[in-house]
């Protein structure tokens, strides 16, 4: 239940990571909000 609610709101939050033209940028964005919602992405953007 964790992760189908960390997903749903990485879901939100990936509208506004798709704008980010910087990968780098973009990756460490998204490494944040993993851990502020508790779990690992294992996914490649």
Do not use: H, W
Request: proline share 2%; net charge positive.
């Amino acid at each position: 239940q964790k992760e189908a609610k960390a997903l749903l709101m990485y879901a939100f939050s990936n509208a506004v990571i798709e704008n980010i033209k910087i990968p780098e940028l973009k990756q460490r964005i998204t490494k944040i909000i993993a851990t502020k919602l508790g779990v690992k992405m294992g996914f490649d953007l």
